[in-house]
């Protein structure tokens, strides 16, 4: 014991563990050891009511010791035991150097805060001062952890703190605010408004860490303000995929009632011509054309088709809870025929954790209600195994009674002979119903049904027996007239029948049918009458109502049976029982005071009465949105937000046009495609072209305008570029890139005044490679040039190579334009119109994913041609922007014009009608695939980089021998550039030349490397996740260099 | 979202405690506790409750409940899957998912449980961005800590979360680097009396441990990707290139994890590796019964059948058994009236049989249904599919990987009516 003693003094927390000691040897033996096994709490420990020895050790010099006082105190937290004494003891620890103790402290302050409110006040100033700190890390925690501290007093500095925040140059620091919006709203409602305002900004950022976030916050204070998503909603859309799951889940259902507020019905017009189809072929032409107009007159809105197109892939999700929101999604915002892709992807979610296959199911169950065909092909996915949960099974069964017809319902039949059988019983019961509602719903199986019932009587079970008698019930109740053998059978096994509920049903179908059978009703009656105290109230009554009906139609022979009944009734100890024997018996029996109810006594006690429907528990499930938690209890719970239904008339579509924010015409493209890892950036489409094209119409017409401009761009990558310097700090990588936006700063600061005249290339120029003859040929190329620094620097943070690398893509001006012109429609077939398209290389003014082309038409009549103009495009479907009619052209006269065409990166021709007023000419122009980019600039490191990430698949290359004058840099470059737009990377090597350009409509890279080998050889390599592209690149190129 | 979360072992009490929002008091867990009295077996309580306050979502798993406490309309499977993930991540770290685990380990389960959820939103729910943060440990470093009173809370700052590609730690070194693949296929499937298949389906699972320096680029190919008919991938895969191709190109997550499931195409007809005679007959008159069951391989493509088990929940009227295994072992439990026959490997030449008789309670009637029985066996170096992986690719990084892919085929939800 001494000895114990001795070690327990070593164990730091020995005053307890002398206590115990007195107890016993045994006991303290073990506990020592579990003791000085576990390091961190001890269950001993618990037991002291004082905490002296935690604050000593909180007071302390040393962080190991206050460390381990910190592990205990959160253990005791954890376990749910008060710890809030030890707040002044903890709270003076918050400042500490030492990281593990200071998360531990926050740990501590987070819980505890809303208790005591005035110490917590203690520590706000740390984080007030840590949110200024250059670490993103640390202001985010710091916000973090004083968001969390549930204090009204400092509600003024946590809303500051998140206005700040929501504009910080981190992404996480912004996410991190999103949450904290959320958390002041809980705390004070009063600040929504401006809350709000937070909300309308961080809605507006790009990056996928924020999406999520700030969309719960936006479903949390303001789910009513649809307005606010307008303008964010196709970014949302196209962001989803790479957003985290977690708030993959929250913008999809967000969306799913955007789109019922915004977009019109698709079901509407399916539906119509659903109903119609059978019809039409017999009806007159007339009605037919009518019923395609009505069918034509629904167009589903792009943005309504750019939601469903993007939220499909997520149906791969192995996040089950994504997988559902987009099934939802598409149940609820669907044309009703695309449904069906949602099926495989639920059934397969049905080998989850059984949790999930309870929500799944019941969503299923709700489905296949509606929508029988769904599911059925995967009928037997729901088969029921005897290792499934109750609630399991249950749902199972309701959902292969909804799938049941009249080609499966024999199959399901013999499953659920299978179930009957089952040793759990109420599965067993279960499932009898199950079999009533089948034979209820599929007429030709009524009497199998019926018969199969009838033989579970005579089983041993109670349970089932109790079961198939009241479905045996309903059954008849709906067909009573041939199935009198029936209720012969079941008076007979009445006496085996020990179930009050079963024992009622049966009474009740005497008396209902007594006429069917005159002479065992009486019987029954009879048996009824000897046993009548020792029954269950329900039976009792039951056994009243037998007695009324048979008084009616057979009072000879019941006459006193019916009376003796009544007068038990009288008196019974339950009061329901005595009311209605009262009741009962001023009905039937004749006397003075009866009154004129006395003589319909027969038409109250016989009416007829419509049979019960057998439905489903699932079947008004469909009011709630499927997925949530409303619709899994079946009742609204708090915050259930309603989806509203489509409206009559779509409003306003424009509201979702994105105007370009900025007035120099900073493009969101490459934005876009660095922020997203994996989602394909094509897929954006920005309608910009109505501000841009103003754009252009005031930097032409005033240069005054123009330099104040590109002065407040400049003044802006200032201190964009400023604050990236400043995380510098903390984040690695971004050097190079904070060196080059100073060079580029400079650049835009000095070059305007020198360039009048000019218009404004600034931006273009930022990379001084580029400096091809393009350029000045186009000068108005600037206004589409996707930089965005201020983006940028935001990317910067991020030290992940790939986002960097991304972020140093840079789109210039062509390095060459080819002068050759194709025809486009030749004078002879045209007649007398000829005209001949070019692609100038200049990145289109309408929309920064077109390839512009030039048309240059001209007049070979002898009269004018007026009003030449694009007609009809063709099936193809090909986004085009049309040229503005020529009214009219002189004979001899030549004009040229300018379209933009998004190839959508393919070498697919596009075709469309060239009209003049008389006649309409189809033509169609083949883009080279060369076309279809956009060169642009980068250092040779930059391209290494972005090569290493594109091999494989995405590479594609081929030895040739180079044509004897391709030898040299100068023709090799002009030969590239003859075929594709690219731009030239500077290269260390003579033997190696490297072009870099991406993608018009996509934006992805396409890098090209030409390596001269010995003999005249070359290697040509193309790097491109477009991997149609890249081999045909690759000819072109081959058949340029080659040697004729 | 998530306020609360409770974890209750199987005897009703509450071990840990965590909130997220303001505290909910530990009372809320009563109508759970009211919920898991009703219940028989702990598989059956129901996963959402209806509090008149609250809403309680929970799930059962590694014989721990996890209890979450919900207050306003959230997608259940949201929380559900939140739940798994907090176990998947226990299970991660301590190498097990336990009470005893989770009690030694309770601070580390607690900072782990705090940065997972902010304000009950998820916020890191990556392994590798998770053991960024807080260091799984490990017995040299738990020597360590102690002798140097040094942390497990890693103190250089992250920056997982912040990067592209969350799922992947930075700055990996290995001195070996290796991608190791498991194609693991599981059989489900439910046979009648007589041997002929109610339903057979075959679900697959490549789990991958990828223990590769740097920021590699795999690509993954299968010699007939058009047996795969529903896939679900880790969110590293890059779906349209699945949709294009038809091959796995992904960045790896550092360590294992689970790369895709996929369902194989239903129109293939399922091979069954074994076949069951079984015979469970109880006498009318006597309180006795016979059971007999023989089991041999079937379609087993040539390689052995192993680690073959059948589990039978015998009727709770059942007395005594009184059984004889011409192979292996069984256990019974009166208890639960759980019977387990361990086989092992199936020798073609000589059938393994279990055959004896059965006493009911006196006087309790003939059991109306035969029980089920259960089957669980292993093949290896098969995926009864056939799906065979064709070549692993690796972009990005200079060093020359070990690669290996391993097959094996498993018995899933296999069950024979009897």
Same mark, same amino acid.
């Given at each position: ?679 394909? #950036?094509?897929?954006?489409? +920005?309608?910009?072209?109505? $501000? &841009? *094209?103003?754009?252009?119409? %005031? =930097? /032409?017409? @005033?240069? !005054? ?14 201190? #964009?570029?400023?604050?990236? +310097?400043?995380?510098?700090? $903390? &984040? *690695?990588?971004?050097?190079? %890139? =904070? /060196?080059? @936006?100073? !060079? ?37 190329? !600037? ?262 | ?418």
């Amino acid at each position: 014991s001494v000895f114990l003693l001795i070690l327990s003094n070593v164990s730091s927390n020995y005053l307890l563990f002398s206590h115990d000691l007195v107890g016993s040897n045994c006991a303290a033996v073990l506990g020592l050891c579990g003791l000085l096994n576990s390091s961190t709490c001890s269950d001993l420990f618990l037991l002291s009511t004082r905490n002296d020895d935690l604050k000593e050790m909180l007071e302390s010099n040393k962080d190991s010791l206050k460390l381990d006082a910190m592990k205990r105190i959160i253990a005791l937290i954890a376990k749910g035991k008060n710890a809030s004494e030890l707040f002044p003891a903890v709270v003076k620890n918050v400042a500490s150097k030492n990281i593990e103790l200071k998360k531990l402290v926050y740990v501590y302050l987070v819980r505890y805060a809303e208790e005591q409110q005035d110490l917590a006040l203690l520590s706000i100033s740390t984080f007030q001062r840590a949110l200024k700190d250059p670490n993103q890390l640390i202001r985010a925690s710091a916000l973090r952890v004083l968001s969390s501290i549930r204090v009204p007093i400092i509600v003024p500095i946590m809303m500051l703190a998140i206005k700040e925040a929501a504009s910080d140059m981190s992404p996480y620091v912004r996410k991190t605010s999103a949450h904290a919006i959320q958390k002041l709203y809980s705390l004070d409602p009063d600040q929504k408004e401006h809350l709000i305002e937070v909300i309308d900004k961080l809605l507006k950022d790009k990056s996928t860490l924020v999406a999520g976030s700030v969309v719960m916050a936006f479903e949390e204070v303001c789910p009513d303000r649809i307005d606010l998503i307008h303008k964010n909603y196709r970014k949302l859309c196209n962001l989803l995929v790479d957003v985290e799951e977690w708030g993959q889940v929250v913008i999809i259902t967000m969306l799913t009632r955007y789109a019922r507020t915004q977009f019109t019905s698709p079901w509407k017009e399916d539906g119509l011509f659903d109903e119609n189809s059978e019809t039409a072929f017999y009806e007159s032409d007339e009605k037919k054309t009518k019923n395609g107009d009505e069918k034509k007159s629904y167009m589903m809105d792009p943005d309504h088709r750019l939601l469903l197109r993007n939220t499909k892939p997520l149906l791969q999700s192995r996040n089950t809870a994504v997988v559902v929101s987009v099934a939802q999604l598409y149940w609820h915002l669907a044309p009703k025929h695309e449904v069906g892709v949602i099926t495989k992807s639920l059934v397969r979610l049905l080998r989850s954790h059984r949790e999930v296959q309870y929500v799944v199911l019941q969503n299923i169950a709700t489905m296949s209600i509606q929508r029988k065909g769904m599911f059925e092909p995967y009928m037997k996915s729901f088969y029921v195994r005897s290792t499934d949960a109750t609630h399991i099974k249950s749902l199972k069964l309701e959902i292969l009674t909804s799938l049941a017809n009249e080609a499966n319902i024999s199959t399901i039949l013999r499953e659920f002979q299978t179930y009957v059988k089952s040793q759990d019983k109420q599965f067993a019961a279960g499932t009898i119903q199950a079999i009533g509602r089948c034979a209820t719903n599929i007429s030709e199986v009524t009497d199998t049904c019926l018969q199969g019932l009838v033989l579970l009587l005579s089983n041993r079970d109670e349970t089932v027996v109790a079961e198939s008698v009241v479905v045996i019930k309903k059954l008849l109740q709906t067909q009573p007239t041939q199935h009198s053998d029936i209720i012969k059978h079941m008076a007979k096994l009445f006496d085996n029948i020990a179930v009050p509920m079963a024992r009622a049903s049966i009474l009740w179908l005497m008396g209902e049918y007594c006429e069917r059978v005159p002479q065992i009703a009486p019987d029954v009656l009879r048996k009824m009458a000897k046993s009548f105290t020792s029954e269950e109230d329900i039976v009792k009554l039951q056994t009243v109502n037998l007695a009324a009906k048979l008084y009616l139609t057979n009072s000879k022979q019941t006459k006193l049976l019916t009376q003796y009944i009544l007068n038990l009734g009288k008196y019974d100890q339950n009061y329901d029982i005595r009311d209605r024997t009262r009741f009962i018996r001023q009905l039937i029996v004749p006397n003075e005071k009866s009154g004129a109810l006395g003589k319909y006594a027969r038409r109250i006690l016989l009416a007829p009465k419509p049979a019960p429907v057998l439905e489903s528990t699932y079947k008004d499930r469909d009011r709630y949105q499927l997925g949530t938690l409303s619709h899994t209890i079946n009742t609204k719970a708090s915050g259930y937000l309603e989806l509203s239904d489509w409206p009559a008339v779509a409003p306003d579509q424009s509201v979702r046009n994105v105007e370009v924010i900025e007035p120099t015409g900073k493009s969101k493209l490459s934005k876009s495609s660095d922020d997203k890892f994996y989602s394909d #950036s094509g897929e954006e489409k +920005e309608k910009g072209s109505g $501000s &841009s *094209s103003s754009d252009d119409s %005031s =930097s /032409s017409s @005033s240069s !005054s305008s123009e330099e104040s401009s590109s002065e407040a761009e400049s003044d802006e990558e200032k201190s #964009s570029s400023q604050s990236s +310097e400043e995380s510098d700090k $903390s &984040s *690695s990588l971004s050097e190079k %890139s =904070s /060196s080059e @936006s100073d !060079s580029e700063q400079k650049k835009t600061t000095k070059k305007p005044p020198q360039k009048k005249t000019v218009k404004p290339t600034t931006k273009d120029s930022a990379c001084p490679l580029v400096c091809g003859p393009g350029e000045r040929l186009h000068g108005f190329v !600037s206004k589409q040039v996707p930089v965005s620094l201020s983006l940028y620097s935001l990317c910067i943070l991020t030290p992940c190579p790939l986002s960097c690398a991304a972020a140093l893509l840079q789109v210039s001006g062509p390095a060459f334009v080819p002068e050759k012109r194709h025809d486009l429609l030749h004078r002879m077939t045209g007649k007398g119109l000829s005209a001949q398209y070019q692609f100038p290389r200049q990145p289109c003014l309408y929309q920064p994913t077109m390839v512009s082309v030039q048309i240059s038409l001209t007049n070979t009549t002898d009269h004018p041609l007026e009003q030449i103009h694009i007609g009809d495009r063709g099936p193809t479907g090909l986004d085009m922007h049309c040229f503005n009619t020529v009214e009219c052209l002189l004979p001899e006269a030549s004009v040229t014009v300018s379209l933009g065409v998004d190839f959508n990166d393919s070498t697919q021709a596009a075709n469309f009608q060239l009209c003049t007023k008389e006649d309409q000419f189809s033509v169609s122009i083949q883009p080279a695939v060369g076309e279809l980019f956009l060169p642009a600039t980068m250092t040779e490191q930059d391209f290494r980089k972005e090569q290493g990430k594109l091999l494989g698949m995405n590479e594609s290359s081929a030895t040739i021998t180079m044509a004897a004058e391709n030898t040299t840099r100068q023709p090799i470059s002009r030969q590239v550039a003859t075929v594709a737009n690219l731009g030239v990377v500077p290269s260390g090597q003579d033997n190696i030349h490297r072009f870099a350009g991406k993608t018009a409509s996509s934006g992805a890279v396409v890098l090209v490397t030409v390596e001269l080998r010995e003999s005249s050889a070359a290697l040509i390599t193309i790097n491109t996740e477009k991997s149609v592209m890249g081999p045909m690149l690759l000819r072109d190129l081959k058949r340029a260099l080659a040697r004729a | 979202m998530i306020n609360s979360l409770f974890l209750i072992n199987p005897s009703g009490e509450i071990f840990l405690e965590k909130h997220w929002k303001s505290v909910v008091s530990r009372s809320v867990c009563d109508y759970f506790l009211e919920a898991k009295e009703k219940a028989l077996e702990p598989e059956d309580v129901p996963p959402v409750i209806h509090t008149p306050h609250h809403y309680l979502i929970s799930i059962y798993r590694d014989k721990l409940f996890f209890l979450s406490v919900i207050q306003t309309e959230v997608p259940p499977l949201f929380v559900i899957e939140f739940l798994h993930r907090v176990a998947e991540m226990i299970q991660d770290y301590f190498g097990e998912c336990s009470e005893t685990v989770v009690k030694d380990h309770m601070v580390m389960v607690y900072e782990l449980l705090e940065e997972m959820l902010d304000n009950g939103f998820p916020l890191a729910t990556e392994s590798n961005v998770l053991k960024e943060m807080i260091r799984p440990p490990t017995i040299l470093r738990s020597v360590v800590n102690t002798l140097t009173g040094t942390s497990n809370v890693g103190d250089t700052l992250l920056t997982g979360q912040l990067s592209t590609i969350p799922w992947r730690r930075a700055g990996v070194r290995y001195t070996n680097n290796e991608a190791y693949f498991d194609v693991v296929e599981e059989i489900d499937a439910i046979l009648d009396q007589s041997g002929t298949t109610v339903f057979a389906e075959i679900q697959g699972v490549v789990e991958a441990c990828v223990k590769l320096s740097g920021m590699p680029d795999l690509t993954l190919s299968f010699m007939n990707p058009r047996l795969l008919d529903d896939v679900s991938f880790h969110p590293c895969v890059r779906y349209k290139l699945w949709e294009s191709e038809r091959v796995l190109s992904f960045i790896p997550p550092d360590g294992n994890f689970t790369l895709m499931t996929y369902h194989v195409n239903a129109q293939n007809l399922v091979a069954i590796p074994v076949y069951v005679k079984q015979s469970i007959s109880f006498f009318e008159c006597g309180s006795d019964g016979r059971l007999d069951v023989t089991v041999g391989p079937k379609q087993t493509m040539g390689k052995t059948v192993e680690g073959v088990m059948v589990t039978v929940h015998l009727p709770k009227t059942i007395l005594s058994i009184n059984l004889t295994a011409t192979q292996g072992s069984y256990t019974y439990d009166n208890g639960t009236k759980l019977l387990v026959w361990d086989i092992g490997k199936l020798n073609p030449q000589k059938l393994p049989n279990l055959r004896g008789s059965l006493s009911l309670q006196a006087g309790a009637p003939k059991p109306e249904e035969n029980p089920s029985l259960n089957i669980d066996l292993k093949i290896q170096q098969l995926a009864i599919s056939g799906l065979k992986v064709n070549r692993l690719d690796m972009f990005g990084e200079k060093y020359k990987p070990f690669k290996g892919v391993k097959y094996i085929t498993k018995a899933g939800k296999f069950q024979v009516r009897t």
